[in-house]
């Protein structure tokens, strides 16, 4: 049809520009992530203080993280999206300013705050051009996450051995981040209308409808699976490589290496796949690799099989979290943004559980032995990746 060929164009640079949204989002916190130590030292704090003050950065995505859904039902969510990663991206050199501990854990809070909206945000901005292009890209979209996130920490790990002061490397991240934020919001598409309708329904409408909760519960659930086993690589796989299996500190760090590695390698082929072999079954598959190949190497207990277990994880459980936040914009009765907003939340109240979990094993016998959590949590991922499957309306 004719509009069908009008609308490819702009179909086009929405997608370039959500990518770019996905991009900013990646880029922005873990920038700061290998110059805490300079944060840290600059300001005298000790390791407590540190992670206290980093940990305000969750806290307020755990506070008010399910506005951004009100928020994107007013504004749209590419509106949203583009604005506050701009914001983001402003507030970013303010941490090397920070004269104090209050004002560092201040910063971050705001931070977290802009992260979670972005987030909600972006995902249902990316779910509005997933839908015009009648094809699954959510998967590419995640892997732009990844590359920028990587990509950001090597900057920041280079400009840290290079010793260039933390507030030039913020300022010239921030201006990059800027210009890009403000280039995607030219290019974003409006939301459908049906999005944009019934402003009083929200999150609270959406807990009190029955079959809305169960769904929403069960991606959840399905999340928080996930985010076991991929904050297992980065919480746990050094240390466990380096107490347990005597590893030198090169080979402890290659677990979320290989993890991160593998997993983009994941979303950028995910979308085909996807497509040709539907989510669930693809979920759930890849969910019982990431289940077997943990288990394996966690029996083996050798570096080599810790590395190429995770690896190999990192390539099975690569779907989950972009096809979640997909299900979760397609729960009939609720809004798009409503229902990316409450998992989200939901999936960082239950990240918050999991490592200390396997801490306290760890305390107790070994860390070999708390990580036995992760292959199970791999298989609770394979249970509610029917969670996945597309709804229906009634009419």
């Given at each position: 049809?004719?509009?069908?060929?009008?609308?490819?164009?702009?179909?086009?640079?929405a997608?370039?520009?959500?990518?770019?949204?996905?991009?900013?989002?990646?880029?922005?916190?873990?920038?700061?992530?290998?110059?805490?130590?300079?944060?840290?030292?600059?300001?005298?704090?000790?390791?407590?203080?540190?992670?206290?003050?980093?940990?305000?950065?969750?806290?307020?995505?755990?506070?008010?993280?399910?506005?951004?859904?009100?928020?994107?039902?007013?504004?749209?969510?590419?509106?949203?999206?583009?604005?506050?990663?701009?914001?983001?991206?402003?507030?970013?050199?303010?941490?090397?300013?920070?004269?104090?501990?209050?004002?560092?854990?201040?910063?971050?809070?705001?931070?977290?705050?802009?992260?979670?909206w972005?987030?909600?945000?972006?995902n249902?901005?990316?779910?509005?051009?997933?839908?015009?292009?009648?094809?699954?890209?959510?998967?590419?979209?995640?892997?732009?996450?990844?590359?920028?996130?990587?990509?950001?920490?090597?900057?920041?790990?280079g400009?840290?051995?290079?010793?260039?002061?933390?507030?030039?490397?913020?300022?010239?991240?921030?201006?990059?981040?800027?210009?890009?934020s403000?280039?995607?919001?030219?290019?974003?598409?409006?939301?459908?209308?049906?999005?944009?309708?019934?402003?009083?329904?929200?999150?609270?409408?959406?807990?009190?409808?029955?079959p809305?909760?169960?769904?929403?519960?069960?991606?959840?659930?399905?999340?928080?699976?996930?985010?076991?086993?991929?904050?297992?690589?980065?919480?746990?796989?050094?240390?466990?490589?380096?107490?347990?299996?005597?590893?030198?500190?090169?080979?402890?760090?290659?677990?979320?290496?290989?993890?991160?590695?593998?997993?983009?390698?994941?979303?950028?082929?995910?979308?085909?796949?996807?497509?040709?072999?539907?989510?669930?079954?693809?979920?759930?598959?890849?969910?019982?690799?990431?289940?077997?190949?943990?288990?394996?190497?966690?029996?083996?207990?050798?570096?080599?099989a810790?590395?190429?277990?995770?690896?190999?994880?990192?390539?099975?459980?690569?779907?989950?979290?972009?096809?979640?936040?997909?299900?979760?914009?397609?729960?009939?009765?609720?809004?798009?943004?409503?229902?990316?907003?409450?998992?989200?939340?939901?999936?960082?109240?239950?990240?918050?559980v999991?490592?200390?979990?396997?801490?306290?094993?760890?305390?107790?016998?070994?860390?070999?032995?708390?990580?036995?959590?992760?292959?199970?949590?791999?298989?609770?991922?394979?249970?509610?990746?029917?969670?996945?499957?597309?709804?229906?309306?009634?009419?």
């Amino acid at each position: 049809m004719p509009s069908d060929v009008v609308t490819v164009p702009v179909d086009r640079r929405a997608r370039g520009a959500v990518m770019a949204l996905f991009a900013v989002n990646g880029a922005t916190y873990n920038s700061l992530v290998p110059r805490f130590p300079t944060l840290r030292d600059g300001l005298g704090l000790s390791d407590a203080e540190l992670g206290t003050a980093i940990a305000a950065f969750p806290a307020a995505a755990l506070l008010v993280g399910v506005l951004a859904g009100p928020l994107i039902a007013r504004f749209g969510s590419g509106r949203v999206a583009a604005s506050i990663s701009l914001l983001g991206a402003l507030l970013l050199p303010l941490v090397a300013v920070a004269p104090a501990w209050w004002a560092l854990a201040a910063v971050l809070f705001v931070l977290g705050v802009t992260d979670a909206w972005t987030d909600a945000a972006m995902n249902a901005q990316g779910l509005v051009v997933q839908g015009r292009y009648g094809r699954s890209i959510i998967n590419g979209l995640h892997a732009t996450w990844s590359v920028a996130a990587v990509g950001a920490g090597l900057l920041g790990a280079g400009a840290a051995g290079l010793g260039v002061p933390i507030g030039w490397h913020l300022a010239a991240v921030t201006v990059v981040l800027v210009v890009t934020s403000a280039a995607a919001w030219v290019f974003t598409v409006p939301d459908p209308p049906h999005d944009l309708e019934e402003p009083s329904v929200g999150v609270r409408a959406v807990l009190r409808s029955r079959p809305a909760v169960v769904g929403l519960l069960a991606i959840a659930g399905l999340m928080v699976c996930s985010g076991a086993v991929e904050d297992s690589s980065a919480s746990w796989g050094a240390v466990y490589l380096r107490d347990d299996l005597g590893a030198g500190a090169f080979v402890a760090g290659l677990p979320f290496v290989a993890f991160q590695v593998f997993m983009t390698v994941g979303r950028v082929g995910g979308d085909r796949v996807v497509d040709r072999f539907g989510a669930v079954r693809i979920a759930r598959l890849g969910a019982l690799v990431a289940a077997v190949a943990l288990a394996v190497a966690l029996l083996v207990a050798h570096p080599v099989a810790a590395v190429v277990g995770w690896a190999v994880a990192g390539l099975g459980v690569a779907t989950l979290f972009p096809l979640a936040f997909a299900a979760a914009g397609d729960v009939p009765g609720v809004r798009a943004g409503d229902g990316i907003a409450v998992v989200g939340f939901l999936a960082r109240l239950g990240f918050l559980v999991t490592p200390p979990l396997i801490g306290g094993i760890a305390d107790a016998s070994t860390v070999g032995t708390g990580l036995l959590l992760v292959p199970v949590a791999a298989v609770g991922a394979v249970v509610l990746a029917g969670s996945l499957r597309a709804r229906t309306a009634a009419p």
